[in-house]
């Protein structure tokens, strides 16, 4: 899966947990600061994630920063897959 597909399915959980419009989402967004992302925002993400490509991904433990970094570990983590 290229990675531009795994940014549209991983904006379109972030706007559906984080209540921010798709458009709004880069991939240079940065999870915490203008997403307003804590820990427990990531896990429910996490959960989202998973859900959206079936695969456990747990991003508390990581510490992703921006959506660029969830997209890439995700596109490894599909590659394992």
């Known amino acids: 899966m290229m990675e531009s597909e795994i940014f549209k399915r991983v904006r379109k959980v972030l706007a559906k947990t984080q209540l921010v ?46 959506v660029r970094r969830v997209v890439e570990l995700l596109a490894d983590e599909l590659l394992k897959a």
């Not at 999870?31 to 307003?36: A, I, M, S, W, Y």
């Not at 990531?42 to 992703?64: K, V, Y």
């Open 21 to 66: 419009p798709e458009e709004e989402i880069s991939l240079d967004s940065q999870l915490d600061k203008q997403l307003g992302m804590d820990s427990l925002d990531m896990a429910e993400f996490s959960l989202e994630l998973g859900d959206e490509f079936g695969i456990a991904l747990e991003l508390r433990d990581i510490q992703p920063r921006t």
